[in-house]
């Protein structure tokens, strides 16, 4: 059976391969480097969101299609008892450690992606953007919000709303995990 990296890779090559696509092609594209695309298909890298989000949409794909097994009916229930992590810690733009769960898996038409998100310490200032919005409320720790030239410090409870277009990273802040829920939104 194969684990979240080893499907997410095997699918964005099946993607490629079927739109005669390199994996130059595919880097010219998206703007990622042809290393970690290699490294994603290889499974040997689970990428952040936002390199996600450009592989989906380079591809004519939305971001579900990476990451879903099965089709649920309405209402989705995820008891956060039955929460698993359903990727690696991604290493895909840095060294940050992102924990995911993915809270929309199996809703095959929806519009937004739903995580809970553990993020361990990092050094890292690298910034991503992609289409779209996020919304994103701090559960524990403190965390950082980098967003253009700006930044910004979260407590639990706390909650952000941004385009996600403009540069940004979220960090866990203070040398100590934090967790966050996340949604993030791309147009159609």
């Known amino acids: ?9 095997a699918r964005v ?7 005669g696509l390199s994996i130059e092609d595919l880097a010219k594209n998206t703007g990622i480097e042809p290393a970690l695309i ?9 990428p952040s969101i936002s390199v996600m989000v450009k592989l989906s949409r380079a591809l004519g794909q939305r971001l579900g299609t990476f990451t879903d097994d099965q089709f649920m009916e309405d209402p989705l229930i995820v008891r956060q008892d039955d929460r698993k992590e359903e990727a690696l810690p991604h290493r895909g733009t840095g060294p940050d450690g992102y924990h995911y769960y993915l809270l929309g898996k199996g809703k095959t038409d929806r519009h937004m992606e739903p995580f809970f998100i553990q993020i361990e310490p ?41 385009n996600s277009v403009v540069p940004h990273r979220v960090g866990a802040e203070g040398g100590a995990p934090a967790s966050i829920y996340a949604v993030v939104y791309m147009p159609a």
């Open 38 to 46: 290699t490294n994603i298909e290889e499974s040997n890298t689970y």
């Open 122 to 162: 990092s050094d890292s200032e690298d910034l991503s953007s992609h289409e779209g919005e996020e919304f994103i409320i701090v559960v524990s720790g403190e965390v950082v919000l980098s967003y253009g030239k700006n930044t910004y410090r979260l407590k639990a409870g706390d909650s952000m709303y941004y």
């Open 1 to 9: 059976m194969m684990n979240a990296s080893e499907k997410l890779g």
């Open 13 to 19: 090559r099946k993607y490629r391969e079927k739109l």
